[in-house]
């Protein structure tokens, strides 16, 4: 049995192994480092079996472009080792940092991910809420939801990820 936790440093070379063995380039791995060591407010956690870390999932912040000021996390990676796909990690991954994002004041989280995964979550196609991404991806992948009521209603403009994005 797996349980979820805020990262931790022992972590570390868990998470780099998750990543290295969900993805086929090094890209998300990397990414991971790189936010953790430029971006301040991140939510990173882990699930853990065995004392083994089998996932992790990354939240840090974005910026929508028309309410720079707007607590929104952006949802980058999350990876599960494969031997311990489809067994609910990335589900209990998901779930637990969105109610983190909650706890530290986010009120809206984007993705770009699996059209047909995210939405069990809450999150339906960003284009709904007027909003748009700074990279060049199909309406379907890029998702939004809001954490609190209404967060994103009124609102509308491009979201942009942290620069780290654009250097790995």
């Known amino acids: 049995m797996y349980s979820i936790r805020n990262e931790r440093p022992e972590d570390i070379p868990g998470i780099r ?14 990414l991971v480092d790189a936010l953790r060591q430029q971006v301040r407010t991140l939510v990173s956690m882990v699930a853990v079996e ?30 599960v080792v494969p031997e311990r796909q489809r067994h609910g990690i990335g589900s209990a991954l998901v779930r637990a940092g969105l109610d983190e994002c909650r706890r530290l004041g986010a009120v809206a989280v984007v993705v770009l991910g699996h059209a047909e995964y995210y939405p069990r979550f809450g999150f339906v ?25 209404a967060a994103l209603q009124g609102k509308s403009g491009t979201i942009k990820y942290d620069a780290v994005f654009a250097t790995v």
């Not at 192994?17 to 990397?30: I, L, R, S, V």
């Not at 065995?50 to 999932?57: F, Q, W």
């Open 125 to 149: 196609p960003a284009s709904r809420f007027s909003l748009v991404s700074e990279y060049d991806v199909p309406d379907d992948v890029f998702m939004a939801m809001e954490l609190e009521p």
């Open 50 to 79: 065995n004392d083994a870390v089998v996932g992790h999932i990354l939240f840090s912040p974005v910026t929508l472009s028309s309410h720079p000021d707007l607590a929104v996390m952006g949802l980058a990676p999350m990876a």
């Open 17 to 30: 192994h998750a990543n290295a063995t969900a993805f086929d380039t090094a890209t998300e791995m990397d």
